[in-house]
């Protein structure tokens, strides 16, 4: 349609897909060797082979282990997100289901090892709080579209925020068993629980 496109263009365009998916392999990766062997075992060195690259590609994405790490799980805690917000329309057990899970898969335990890095590593604890801070706002920010929920309502909020806390508190004992039947009677109890509280409070 009368645009061409130059040479130099053509070289340009692939050579950024090419570090779009580097970038995006390792960070992946990152988060996959940290759910599997902890901030100790998760080295650049580790996730660059895993990822496919050499070290010094890694780098020259991720300049420290702490960017790269907290970049990780940045990325995959926004991939979530855009998978809640994909929701509106279902059930609100179906929401609580969804908002569970988020606290049960492979990001809340690679996020959770980052935590007990970050409560040791004074260089990473800054990063680690203002990413949960913005992750855990975020979080609650859909929850409340996805429920209906109007938190101009006296005792909203909290019920909201205590469904987050009640997720984040499966998560954790997750970690040691995977306890799926008896989830799934709790988030069925949490649904009816909202169903009662927000019924009546929520948003046309």
């Known amino acids: 349609m009368g645009f061409v496109t130059s040479p130099a263009g053509s070289a340009k365009e692939p050579k950024q897909d090419r570090s779009r998916a580097t970038r995006q392999r390792l960070l992946e990766a990152a988060v996959a060797c940290l759910a599997e062997r902890g901030w100790a075992g998760s080295t650049v060195s580790v996730v660059a082979e895993r990822a496919g690259v050499s070290r010094g590609a890694a780098q020259h994405h991720f300049p420290t282990r702490e960017d790269l790490f907290t970049a990780a799980v940045e990325y995959v805690a926004e991939e979530r997100s855009s998978a809640l917000r994909s929701l509106p329309g279902q059930s609100r057990a179906a929401v609580v289901s969804a908002l569970v899970d988020l606290y049960t898969g492979p990001l809340f335990r690679a996020a959770l090892h980052l935590w007990v890095a970050a409560s040791n590593e004074e260089q990473l604890r800054g ?16 929850a409340v579209e996805l429920l209906g929920a109007d938190e101009t309502v006296p005792g909203v909020r909290e019920t909201v925020q205590g469904l987050l806390d009640m997720a984040r508190g499966l998560g954790l004992a997750n970690l040691l068993t995977d306890d799926a039947a008896r989830r799934k009677r709790v988030v069925g109890q949490w649904a ?13």
Do not use: F, N, Q, W
């Not at 990063?127 to 859909?142: C, D, K, N, Y």
């Open 127 to 142: 990063r680690v709080t203002e990413l949960e801070a913005r992750v855990g706002r975020e979080t609650h920010r859909i």
């Open 192 to 204: 009816r629980l909202l169903e009662e509280t927000l019924g009546s409070t929520s948003r046309p």
